[in-house]
């Protein structure tokens, strides 16, 4: 069983639909973050949580860590959002510390 | 500036030659990564270097060497790769120490990648 563990693996949504990819981790963790990554290959920081809830413009980003669990939510989906969203946790304490990767989850937003 | 450039963006080679992957950046980021990604996959970690010291390597073969040469650059080195080293490499950097300390907000900065083709 990998480490952290995504769901759903493939999601295809219509525009302005609203979004949830979920991350799943069986380990301790110092923070959490979210990347996406297009088509072409550049990976873009979305969000880094320890705890709580963080909003950058459609985009939340929750953390449970009793639950060992958090969510992406895109509200008002676009087709510009479509891309590959990627959970990768951080084991120790300090900026250096190695990621895990989840296997990511494919996004596609239909006009 | 909060980017992180890398060249070049495509690289053909053969499994004698040698060529090098460049990565830069101008955040004052003084940790430097290079990740290993395969189609479909996510990335893998490769090398990190702390304060231009190489701090992980994770078991990469010799065919592959870092260097760090001053705190904004970090290279890949190639040589005689096979074509199942084909993949996308991209460099990443961020602050080093705690998260929360300092202004650090461990964040992450990925370049676009240096996709390499060995034939």
């Known amino acids: 069983k990998n480490e952290v563990e995504q769901s759903p693996q493939n999601l295809t949504a219509q525009e302005g639909e609203f979004i949830t990819i979920n991350c799943s981790y069986s380990v301790g963790i110092s923070a959490l973050h979210w990347l996406q990554q297009h088509p072409g290959g550049g990976i873009v920081s979305l969000f880094m949580?320890?705890?709580g809830k963080k909003k950058h413009g459609r985009l939340i980003a929750t953390i449970n860590i009793q639950e060992k669990h958090s969510s992406l939510h895109i509200t008002a989906s676009h087709p510009r959002d479509s891309a590959v969203y990627i959970c990768?946790?951080?084991?120790?304490?300090?900026?250096?510390?190695?990621?895990?990767f989840g296997e990511g989850t494919q996004l596609t937003v239909n006009p | 500036d909060t980017e992180v450039t890398q060249t070049p963006k495509h690289l053909v080679m053969g499994m004698t030659n040698k060529k090098s992957l460049k990565c830069e950046q101008h955040m004052g980021h003084r940790a430097m990564y290079w990740y290993k990604q395969k189609a479909k996959k996510p990335p893998e970690l490769m090398f990190v270097y702390s304060y231009e010291k190489l701090s992980i390597n994770e078991s990469v073969p010799s065919r592959f060497s870092p260097e760090c040469p001053n705190s904004s650059l970090l290279n890949l080195h190639l040589h005689a790769l096979q074509p199942e080293d084909s993949a996308l490499y991209l460099c990443a950097s961020s602050q080093v120490g705690l998260a929360g300390d300092k202004g650090n907000t461990g964040e992450l900065f990925f370049g676009e990648g240096s996709r390499l083709t060995v034939l």
């Open positions: 990768a946790v951080r084991r120790g304490e300090t900026s250096g510390s190695r990621l895990t």
């Open positions: 949580l320890s705890s």
